[in-house]
Structure formats: structure tokens, C-alpha cells
């Protein structure tokens, strides 16, 4: 029997999330409900739900109207179409993830993946078999792994390269010219990669005009690269549990909807067709402008924190995303940053993530801040922590 190795940063939430006053741990764009979402509409007419359609299991791979909505977006400023049925979707990212290593690695592969990052990244293909090799970035270079540590990493067996971008939990992203030089390396060696995308396109520091602006992977003209994406962070809606698989190698498709049989006959139909409502070209546009002016005006109050703090704390400016990867210290020495996070939340209500529980020990006095929630609760959340910075980060214990 495989062991599984604790889910830090969902144990973590699950644990706190909902015992805090301010909840700035929380990575999704300001969730909206559905009347929400019919405002933003520019079809005020149109329904969310087709309630008088028969709840059937719906369309194995996903709806016509979600996966075509899918590929329009995928399809975009590539010059290359991406068909519909080189989508299928999933319960969130999360399982969508899952069930690309579940398909594609095993027992006698080896999987690179950048690092630090969202944990069942690397986790998924260690339990089912696979090695892994941690491909670390670092903030010295904006968050950036090295082009020449991956190719140090490469194996005969590498199946796969794993990669998060936009990044959690630095907010960093890896830019067009990096990513061409990843898949030039996958290339060489007929090496798949999967690009977590879930908080794509969250960018509020890069534009589409910046040359280094990064298009999805799989617009980059290498079949072998895989997306997975979700509407739980960027499109605020976490509760329809709606994610995708999208590849331009239609073989590789085949192979994740063979083993997801295994595992799920299909997505919510009434979840569906929210996201097809979110994604419809009358309403994405509202959507997307709403968090990324969130995202916007939440970073300006996120830089008065640091700057604040500037004695206690200090960081890489995030571009994108909707967190940010702040490290406290005291007279120059990390802090506990879960005895940090602990005595937070216990004085003032305000919850964070710690780094070292929940991206890897060595960041040590790292937090994660989610700062795309509700602006007011943002500010207050943010003076709450700064009260708590200046009063009691003495009582706080040094990381060992």
C-alpha cells in the first residue's frame, strides 16, 4: 500500500479557514454567485441554466457549448486552431492533474518539476510510482529556475516536465522566451509537459503588448505539452468544481479519456453550463476585467504592507496570479513562519499560509498572502497584520 503524504497546504485550510475573520490565504479571484454573473452578462436575456433540460450524465468528454468556449481561448492570438475535441473536462484542476499522471507516468518514469508549487504536483507521480526531481526556483531570480539546472535533470526515463505558470506561490511567470526554451529541451528528448495554467490570465503586471508575455503551452506550436486549467481561481467560481485537459496530440487526449473512465463518467451538467455561461464571449470579458482590476487595485495595498513592514518583511513583486510570497524576519533572521501564521490568526483573526509547512521546509519565514478577495476585507486584513507585525513579531519564534 502506497502511503500518502499529507496535503499540507489543504490540511492547512481546512483546518482554518473557516475559524478566521480574514481569510487572505484564500487564492481564488473574489468568488461571485450566480446572480452575479448574470449581471456581468452583456446578454441580460440569456439563462445560466436550461432547467428544462433532463439531468443526464451529459456529454462524457464535456458540453459542445463549455469545450468549444475552451478552444476559442485556447485558439486565440495562436494562429492555429485548437479543436474541441482535444478538451475534456474534469472536477477542477485539481482531478485534472490527477488524472494526467494517473494516464501518462508510472513505475520506471522520472518527472521534473518546477519548485516550490502547488504539493500534489509532485506528490501524484511519487505515489504512483514515479521518480521525481524538484526543479527549483529561486527569488534571486525573480522565481525563475535555471534553463541549465533542467537540462542537468534530465534522464534517459524522463517522461515529463511539470511546470505552474502563472506561479503559485510567488506570483511569478515564465516568460515566452523561457517557456520556448523548456520546450526546446523537451523537444531534444520527446519529453511531455504539463503546464498547470489555473490562475491564466490573471496578469496585472505584464501585458499582452510585453514581449515576454506567456501564451498557454499548448500555443507554442509542441504537440507533446498538455494544459490543465479551472474555473475555481481566475473566473471566482470554485463551487461549480469545473476543470479542463487541453493537448494539441490528440493521442495523448485518448489516453487521459481511456483512464478517466476509471475514475469520473463526466462533469456536472448544471456545472457546465454555469462555465459555458462564464466563458461565453458576452460575459468573459466582464468577468476577467472585474479580477483583473481586482487583482490591480489589491496589489497596490499589498505593496503599502511591504513597504510598512519593509524592517520585517520582504519579497518578490508578483506580476500575476493572485498571491504574493512574503518572508519575515527578525534583526535579519527568519521567523517560525507557522508559529507566525498561528499567533496571526489567533490575535487578530487574519490567516495566512506558511511556507514551510506548506511548500517545503527550507522557506523558512516565507508566507503566502492571497490578496484577490474583497478589497475592503483585503485593507483590513492587511492593517490587522501590520498591528500584529509592529506589537508582537518579537513574541514570534525564530525558525530553527
Sequence with gaps: MVKIAQFSVEAWMDK?????????????????????????????????????????????RGSDALRDNLARLYSARSGKTLPKENIITT??????????????????????????????????PKQLGAEVSLWKAQPENKWAPSIDELKSLIKPNTKMIVINNPHNPTGA????????????????????????????????????????FPPSIVSMGYDRAIATGSMSKAYSLAGIRVGWIASRDSDIINEIAEARHYTLISVSTLDEQVAAFALDPNTIHSLLARNISLAKTNMELMEKFVWKNDDACEW??????????????????????????????????????????????????????????????????????TQFVRRNLGDVKLAE
Design 173 to 212: 511567470v515564465l516568460g515566452k522566451s523561457f517557456l520556448q526554451q523548456v520546450i526546446d529541451v523537451a523537444s531534444e528528448h520527446k519529453i511531455i509537459i504539463h503546464s498547470d495554467e489555473v490562475y491564466r490570465p490573471i496578469f496585472h503586471g505584464i501585458t499582452p503588448m510585453d514581449a515576454e
Design 91 to 124: 472536477n477542477g484542476a485539481i482531478q485534472a492533474n490527477y488524472l494526467l499522471a494517473y494516464s501518462l507516468v508510472g513505475p520506471g518514469d522520472h518527472v521534473i518539476c518546477h519548485y516550490p508549487t502547488y504539493q500534489s504536483l509532485y506528490e501524484v
Design 16 to 60: 482554518y479557514e473557516n475559524n478566521c475573520k480574514y481569510n487572505i490565504a484564500e487564492t481564488c479571484c473574489a468568488s461571485i454567485s450566480i446572480d452575479q454573473l448574470r449581471e456581468l452578462s452583456e446578454d441580460k436575456g440569456r439563462d445560466v441554466f436550461q432547467t428544462s433540460k433532463a439531468l443526464t450524465y451529459g456529454a462524457i
Design 316 to 385: 518578490v513583486k508578483p506580476v500575476a496570479g493572485t498571491m504574493a510570497f512574503v518572508r519575515f524576519h527578525r534583526d535579519g533572521k527568519a521567523v517560525d513562519s507557522v508559529d507566525f501564521c498561528e499567533k496571526l490568526l489567533e490575535k487578530t483573526g487574519v490567516m495566512f499560509v506558511p511556507g514551510s509547512e506548506c511548500f517545503g521546509e527550507e522557506f523558512k519565514g516565507y508566507v503566502r498572502i492571497g490578496y484577490v478577495n474583497h478589497t475592503e476585507g483585503v485593507k483590513e486584513g492587511l492593517d490587522k497584520a
